[in-house]
Structure formats: C-alpha cells, structure tokens
C-alpha cells in the first residue's frame, strides 16, 4: 500500500512524545508498505535525523520549515478566521501546496495524519482519499486545566483557545474515515456524537533499548523526566520539588530529587538546590532510570499516556502516579504502581518505596511484566494498520 503521512514535527530525536510516537509506527509500517512522509519542522534537521528517518520513507521525505516570521502571520490568520491557535502555529500555506502536490503525484492509497494541528491540511480533500486521523490525546482538555491554573492574565486567551480547540477536534472528525486516540479516557472528551468509533492505539515500549540495569549506582532517590518546558511536565516538576519532597525529607532527610529532560524552563530550573538536581538533557536517558530508586509521574494536568512511565516501568523501576496518568495507563494500585492524588498521599507512596526495598523490587517487577505484555509497538500499530487497510478496500 502506498500510505502519506503526515506529521507536525520530524520524528528524531526521540525527545517528545508525538514524535516518539510517530517514529516508531513508521518503524513497523516501513515493512509493509511504501511511505511517503511529510512533516513539518520549526527547528533545523540534523544530518543524523535525516539519516534515522530516511531509511522508513521508500515512497519519498519532504519537509517544510517553519520560521517565526510565517509562524508569526499563520497564527494572525487563524485569530481572524476563528481557528485555534495550535491549529494556525503550524498552517503554513506553502506546505499546504506541497501536500496537495504529494497527494496529485504520489497518488497514496491512504492518508495518515498525526495531531489535529495537521488536519487543516487535508480538509480540502476530504472524501477524496481515504484518511485517518491521529488524536493521540485530547487538546483541547489539557488547555482547559491549564487555563485553571494559568497566571490571570492567561487565562481568558487559554480559555478561549480551549473552546476553539474543543471545536476543531469535533468538526475534524467528519473530514476523516478513521480515527485513532491513545486511551479511551481521551476518547470520552472528543465531543462528537460518533466518537465511539475512535479506535484506541495505544502506545509501545522499546524492550531492546529499555532494559534494567540493576548493577547501576543509585545516585539519586526520585527522577522525573520528560520535555520539560512542556507545561503539564513543568507543573508535575514544581508540584514534586515544592510540595511533595519537602515531605519525603520528613522521613529521608537527605533524599535528592533528579529532575531530567530537554529545554527545563525557568521556573524548572529555579527549583535547583542542594536536594534538587536540574539535568537539562542527558545523551541518554536510561541512565536517568537507572541512576534512581523511585520513579515519580504526580501529573495534574494533560492528557495522553506518559511515555515517561512505561520507560521506568520496561527498566524496572518503581513507580509513583496520579490517577490522571494512571486512567490512561490501566495499571492496578498496589500491584504494578502506587497511585496517589494528594501531596502528602504521593509523599507517603514515595517514602515507603524508599524504606522498604523488598516492596519496591516487587512493585517494579509487576510493573515490568505488565507494560511489557501490553505495551508492545508492533501490536499496537498493527492495530492502526487495520483500519489502513479498511480504507483501501472501501476505495476499490
């Protein structure tokens, strides 16, 4: 099958979760069909990028770049035309004429489109082509909690933006005949009277690159990792290093928190101290994993499934959550991870896995024998393949 896809960023390096995503269901679809791939970029591409993207794209590798000028004027244009924010950040209308160019002259059988932010491109030809849209979480909720949380002068452009968002989401539905989410607690917040039809892929897990390392040092006593100038991941950090580690230091007067990832911003690096390490990015984040004795996710905000957490759990670590990560997860409290909604309920999960280090092995066990039976990447995306295959007879 000769299957488009499209993507808002270019999928390597691995460092946020769309493109982790993205990368490796191009990985498994790459043997069974010809890609051409399309995706945006707003930074530049590195020759190594190219080199670990490449190799998937039998059927041809665009990619537009985005500059703050376009970026700039594309998102004027969708205030003045009612379209979400997200939405306008990455239109451009020179991408647009090369995604109708592919579509005339690579003539796909299917359409694979990532995130409602690329679904602008392919409103022209709906009902052309068959298409599948990727939610992968839900926008509009995320910017919803955090216009709750937002500085005052934030909030009304936040809310604002979450109901133009709620809109959008709604209204793609209909330009596409399949549709795919992460988790079913995402798949309830699409308002769309047909949203039960939305299929549930999830995400997988690398086994081969996430192993245990239990002759690693424990150097730190708490990790929390991911893109941290990402607001959901910012607003976890704050909420461990002010809230919930002054309390675990109740208990372990000296237990260090690391706080791992990408681009920390401000208020991610005003947490830095004596107990709190602030890393920026590591080369490798497995020995983040491996360097810690509990894994700490207390997300209060966004939506989707935490990579971070299925990596923790593959490497066998401990792991402390919020029912909000933990609804998207489908893990058992108790069995595969401790799940806690409060400051001092969290504090009190993370303390106990630090004193009792029988418990903790057991807990990390369980928890990598379950994400690994179900978190698998190619049983996930050949259920997204599924629905790639529908569209194709539908056609003939």
């Known amino acids: ?21 993205a990368f490796h269901q191009l990985r498994y679809l790459a043997g069974h069909h010809e890609i051409c791939l399309f995706a945006l970029s707003d930074e530049d591409v590195s020759d190594e990028a190219y080199a670990a993207v490449r190799p998937l794209c039998r059927g041809g590798l665009v990619v537009r770049r985005l500059r703050r000028p376009g970026i700039a004027r594309n998102m004027t244009w969708a205030l003045a035309t009612g379209r979400p924010l997200q939405v306008g950040y990455f239109y451009d209308p020179a991408a647009q004429r090369l995604v109708d160019e592919l579509l005339r002259d690579f003539r796909p059988d299917h359409v694979y ?8 491109y392919l409103r022209p030809h709906a009902g052309r082509v068959p298409m599948t849209l990727d939610y992968m979480d839900v926008f509009s909720a995320g910017v919803a ?6 500085p005052r002068w934030q909030r009304s452009v936040l809310a604002l933006e979450a109901q133009r968002l709620l809109a959008y989401e709604a209204a793609a539905f209909d330009w596409f005949q399949h549709h795919t989410i992460i988790s079913d ?9 047909r949203r039960a039809e939305i299929d549930i892929v999830l995400n997988g897990i690398d086994t081969d690159f996430f192993q245990p390392r239990p002759e690693a040092a424990k150097t730190c006593d708490v990790l929390f990792c991911g893109n941290m100038s990402y607001h959901p991941n910012v ?12 309390l675990v230091r109740q208990r372990h007067p000296t237990a260090r928190l690391l706080v791992a990832g990408t681009t920390p911003a401000p208020r991610v690096q005003a947490l830095a101290s004596a ?36 990596e923790a759990m593959a490497m066998a670590l401990p792991c402390v959550t919020t029912p909000l990560a933990n609804n998207a997860l489908g893990a058992t409290d108790g069995e595969q ?12 999960a993370i303390s106990h896995l630090l004193e009792d280090e029988a418990e ?19 049983g996930a995306t050949a259920r997204l393949e599924a629905r790639f295959g529908e569209g194709a007879a539908s056609r003939r």
């Open 275 to 310: 107990h709190v390490e602030i890393s920026g990015w590591v080369p490798d984040i497995r020995a983040a994993y491996a360097s810690a004795r509990v894994f700490a996710a207390p997300m209060r905000v966004g939506t989707g499934l935490q990579n971070k957490l299925l």
């Open 145 to 150: 909690r955090r216009a709750t949380q937002a």
């Open 360 to 378: 903790a092995r057991a807990l990390a066990a369980r928890g990598q024998a379950f994400v690994t039976a179900r978190y698998t990447w190619a």
């Open 113 to 120: 489109c990532q995130l409602i932010r690329m679904a602008e």
């Open 337 to 348: 991870v401790r799940v806690a909604g409060t400051a001092a309920e969290l504090a009190q």
């Open 1 to 21: 099958m000769k299957l488009l896809v499209l993507l808002s960023r270019f999928p390597y390096p691995l460092d946020k979760g769309d493109k982790l995503r």
């Open 235 to 246: 607003d976890a950090a704050c909420f461990l290093a002010e809230e919930i580690m002054p």
């Open 185 to 193: 607690q995402d798949r309830q917040l699409i308002q769309h009277p």
